[in-house]
Each structure stands twice: as structure tokens, then as C-alpha cells.
């Protein structure tokens, strides 16, 4: 066996190369292991190819889990100005698309290159790909079977990430390593994932695929329903876009959903100004408020004529297609599962772990980073953001700062 490392990383994406950057420049001697034959895949295809990297606003509010405060620590430590900063070093150009929302002008790329220059400037070894087999503990730390032979260190850092887009190279191993080592895991789920809907509930519906339209859409009950105003995109088994994404974190099984198709706008209000107004069909007058595919379909849903003279619609019927468009409740049958979904919610429970350091508080020397954690941030560069700082955090614990 050769002489120890400080430290063994197992996974080479996101959190596993930061922490590994950082540990290594702190002076730690570290090895990075990685059982997908290419480096930081989920990073390459992020952002459509060019990495939504941060979000400039990112904050424990825009974070979920059984334990909602065990982030902040974290964040405050390593922020978005942060790891702003650190592009700006490498030159490399980025800008903000939307809400805070941060891309890279060229490629995803761009951050794997930086990435991986932060690793040989801390003089890490990578093995990839390389299996891990095996973790024990031992007095001294762990032994680590891999199949390129046996390894020790005195840390072990678990950056495997969660479920999500299992063609890429995902897998449950971290979360079995936790099992392992005696950790709770809050059941994974994916999260940023399409909603689909049983056939009878779709079938009016499915031929808009391709539509997208601005939308307010909410699930949950009580007086603080989750609420976000996004862009929706129907697909042909359902919903996605922005907007279902965010939502789909937080909805649950046989809870409804709640959209208003036109935010903003009295659309009921709108429809009787027009009757007095225009001698246009109601179907123009729908048009002129939604998609007119969308329109067309929703008006032959409900049964109404299209092709009514304005003048001649009644005022209680506009008044009902207004309060139908502005509350749209539907409840989906699922959703696109694990190859469709963008992140995993879930993962090794916080309170088992120490919010400075992400150190188990089960086994010492053994910490949980990035995806593998039950910490999921909304859509739009929160998780990147939770990847660099849940690293930053554990790779400065490890070198005592």
C-alpha cells in the first residue's frame, strides 16, 4: 500500500473538484476518484452546454431539506462574489440571463478547464475511471479498495452527487456509503423535473406541445403555498419548463397544482371591456390574451364557442373563462423521473453532519458535499452555488482554517 493521503475524494464533479482544488493548494495531499470515464459530465451538459455556474442572490431562502438552516453557515462562507472572483482570475467571460442567473459566454467548459487548473496548482491526483469498492475505517482513518488496488488516507470526502440523469454516470453510492457508516438518508426524489399527467387528464392538452407561455404557478397549502412566476412549457406527456421545474421540488404526490395562465391580468375584466368594444369572435379576443393554439384548445375543453360574436357572449360566461385561466387546477401523476430531473432532493441527513466542516458526526474523517447532501437549491444556479461552498467549507476544515 502506498503512504497515506490526507485526503480521498470520491467523485470528480462539481464539489469533488473545488474541494480538491482548495485541499490541495492548502497543502493537503489528495486523490480524486471517479468511476465515469469523462470528468464533470452533469457540469458539461449544464446551462444547454454553457453552466448556469451561480446565481448572484443565492441565499438560504432559495435551499430546501429536512434541516433548512444547516446551509447558511456555508453560504456565508463562501459566497456568488466568491466564485465570481475566481472566473474573473481565469478570464473567464460569463453574464447574467436571468434573475441572477449566471452563464458562461463560451461553454461549460470553461469551468471544467478552471477546475481542473485549480486541482494541478494543489498538485491532486486524479484516477478516472477508477471504481471504489470499498471504504473501512481504521484507527488511523480509512482504507479505501479501489480497482486500481487498495488506498489509505485519514479523510474521506464524499462528493458522489445523487440520482439524477443516471445515463451520465449517477448512482447510489453515496448514499450507500452513509448507510454504510450509519447516517439516516431522507429518501431521494428527483427534484427540478417535468410533470407528467395520466392520458385522459393530457389528451386535449398534448398536442400544445412545444407552447410556452409566462405563468404563475403554486402547489401546497396553508398560508404560505409555494408560489413562482416562470416561464411553462407544454410537453406531450405534460409540463415543464421553469416554471414546473421549480415547482416540482416542493410538490407532492396528489397535491394539485395551480396556475394562472395569464398573471397580472384580470382576464374576465378584460373579456367584458372587449364585448363592448369589439365585434371580433370571443376566440380572437382568447388569442389575444394566450397562445392561439392554447386558446383554441382551452375553449373547445370548456365547450365554448369560439367563433361568438363578442356582443353576443354573456357576461357570466366571460366572467367564468376569466376565473378558469386564472386558476387552472390540475394534479400530475408523476413526474420524468431520474433521467429527466436536473438534481436529486434528499441524501444524507444534515443533522448528522457538522455545518462548519460537513464532517459526520457518525464516523470522524468522513464528509458529505454537494448533491449527496439533503440540500436542494431551486433552479437557476443554486446548486452550483451549494457544490462551491459546501467544498470550500470542508476543504478548509480539513486543512485546520
Known amino acids: 500500500m502506498s503512504e497515506p493521503w490526507d485526503c480521498v475524494i470520491v467523485g470528480a464533479g462539481a464539489a469533488g473538484l473545488f474541494c480538491a482544488g482548495i485541499a490541495g493548494q492548502l497543502g493537503l495531499r489528495v486523490l480524486v476518484i471517479d468511476h465515469a470515464p469523462k470528468v464533470a459530465e452533469k457540469i458539461r451538459i449544464s446551462g444547454g452546454g454553457r453552466c448556469n455556474f451561480t446565481n448572484r442572490d443565492a441565499a438560504p431562502a432559495n435551499y430546501l431539506g429536512e434541516n433548512p438552516h444547516f446551509c447558511r453557515s456555508a453560504l456565508a462562507r463562501y459566497t456568488p462574489a466568491d466564485f465570481i472572483d475566481l472566473l474573473k482570475r481565469y478570464a473567464i467571460p460569463f453574464h447574467e440571463k436571468h434573475k441572477g442567473q449566471l452563464f458562461c459566454d463560451r461553454s461549460a467548459e470553461d469551468v471544467i478547464e478552471m477546475l481542473l487548473a485549480e486541482c494541478e496548482a494543489g498538485r491532486v491526483t486524479r484516477w478516472q475511471p477508477c471504481k471504489v469498492l470499498d471504504v473501512r475505517a481504521t484507527p488511523t482513518g480509512f482504507e479505501i479498495d479501489t480497482d486500481r ?3 489509505s488516507a485519514a479523510r474521506v470526502v464524499v462528493a458522489t452527487g445523487g440520482l439524477s440523469i443516471p445515463k451520465i454516470g449517477a448512482t447510489d453510492f453515496g448514499f450507500r456509503l452513509a448507510k454504510q ?6 429518501e431521494p426524489r428527483p427534484a427540478l423535473v417535468p410533470l407528467t399527467f395520466d392520458a385522459p387528464t393530457w389528451a386535449a392538452f398534448a398536442p400544445l406541445s412545444g407552447i410556452a407561455l409566462e405563468v404563475h404557478i403554486e402547489t401546497g397549502s396553508g398560508k404560505k403555498p409555494m408560489r413562482f412566476l416562470e416561464d411553462l412549457l407544454f410537453t406531450h406527456r405534460g ?11 416542493f410538490w407532492q404526490p396528489g397535491q394539485p397544482l395551480r396556475i394562472d395562465l ?26 389575444a390574451l394566450l397562445p392561439q393554439r392554447l386558446a383554441d384548445a382551452w375553449l373547445a375543453r370548456a365547450d365554448v364557442d369560439a367563433s361568438t ?15 378558469a385561466l386564472s386558476r387552472w387546477e390540475l394534479t400530475p401523476d408523476g413526474s420524468e423521473g431520474w433521467r429527466k430531473a436536473e438534481v436529486t432532493a434528499g441524501g444524507v441527513d444534515t443533522r448528522e453532519l457538522n455545518q462548519q466542516s460537513m464532517e459526520s458526526k457518525r464516523q470522524p474523517g468522513l ?15 443554486y446548486n452550483f452555488q451549494w ?3 459546501s467544498a470550500a467549507a470542508c476543504a478548509r476544515a480539513m486543512a485546520g482554517q
Open 387 to 389: 457544490a462551491w461552498a
Open 239 to 249: 409540463l415543464s419548463g421553469p416554471a414546473v421545474l421549480q415547482i416540482s421540488s
Open 262 to 287: 395569464a398573471p397580472g391580468r384580470d382576464v374576465g375584466a378584460l373579456l367584458r371591456e372587449a364585448k363592448g368594444k369589439s365585434k371580433r369572435q370571443l376566440g380572437n379576443e382568447v388569442a
Open 181 to 186: 457508516f450509519g447516517h439516516r438518508v431522507i
Open 367 to 381: 464528509h458529505f458535499i454537494g448533491e449527496v447532501v439533503d440540500v436542494t437549491g431551486w433552479l437557476g444556479g
Open 309 to 323: 360574436p363578442m356582443p353576443q357572449t354573456r357576461d357570466k360566461e366571460l366572467a367564468a373563462l376569466g376565473a
Open 149 to 151: 488496488g487498495t488506498q
